[in-house]
């Protein structure tokens, strides 16, 4: 029989708990708490807890039997699905700035047999994001990828620039129901400033965009995130982009960008290279509730790995479970949560979103 551990992928914090292998959080407040925190700073003490607290651990995934596929675990409650590669613009707070890809678009059959996978866990999926670093507006096939997700009763999210937001468009996604999330990345209003930041002379077909459906249900959920650098100016910005939009459908909050893992030189960012790794505090888990995948059909690590330093999966090869379950993910979860040394240059060590003990 195997041992009884603590479950070796929880994000442990001060006053809880995240299970990120059950989506499940414990309280400070919740009577199991302090059995696990003592568990946890003395592990020996597993075998002196009273019997029934030791099962009611072991019943909500607190403690777990050791065993060696523990990292096979998954938990799928996020996907960014982009059907193409191409971008629009040109962000200073974006890879695609210095670096921007070869275009390539996915076959529409791959994006449907994609699609027909992920419904095996809409009971667990939040989002599926209709990009990674892609603008999804420009696709011309876009009305049609949102049908199809629409088919398998997948959650539908879209971040975008809205310059593909066109009246006839947003019509035509009203027309299917809209969608589920919708967030606009939104910087200033100034026509120079825009220009300057996006390498992008789009605000003016931009705002009208933005003029037309702001009032209407396009999303049940309808976010603008006024991104910046998190100083005077990008302050006033969001002061003037909240004013505008003070009456509309829009959520309008405020982003300081980052990094990207120090793939830019720019935004927030990491002071030393982490070295105890302990979990990723990026929406949940991005190695155990989150899937990323290329227009290619590649599976990568995250949204921070922009140049696929690791891929784990190929979805015009293999299912997406197999990719969920593989060697390879498995491996990348030990990393990102300690249980193996993971690689000096391992992308997470320079992560703002990385735990490190």
Known sequence: ????????????????FFNPIRNTTLRAKDPAFRSLKSVI????????????????????????????????????RYVSLEAHSRCNQGCYFCPVSTDPRDSESMPMELYGSIAQQLAEYRHT????????????????RLVEQVSVLKSHSLPIAINTNASGL?????????????IDYMSVNFSTMDAERYQRDRQSNQLDIIIRNLDYLKALPLATIMDMAVLGRGDATHRRDFEEISAYFKDSRFNVRYFVTNDRSGNLDNGLKTKTVADN???????????????????RGLCVLCCQDYF?????????????????TGDKISELRRWIYGLDEAPVDFICRRCTFAKTS
């Open 125 to 140: 999926i939040e989002a599926v994001f209709m990009h990674n670093y892609n603008e999804p507006t420009i696709d011309k």
């Open 41 to 76: 700073a003395q592990p020996w003490k597993i075998r002196a807890l009273l019997e029934k607290k030791r099962a009611a651990l072991v019943e909500d995934g607190w403690l777990v039997r050791d065993q060696p596929d523990l990292a096979t675990r998954f938990y799928l």
């Open 1 to 16: 029989m195997h041992t009884l551990v603590v479950e070796p992928f929880l994000h442990i914090y001060e006053d809880h």
């Open 166 to 178: 066109s009246p006839k468009r947003v019509d035509q996604i009203l027309e299917l129901g809209g």
């Open 308 to 324: 696929e330093k690791h891929v784990i999966g190929d979805l015009a090869q293999e299912r997406l479970e197999d990719v969920l």
């Open 277 to 295: 790794l302990c979990g990723c505090d990026h929406m949940g888990s991005r190695p155990i509730q989150h899937i990323h995948i290329t227009a």
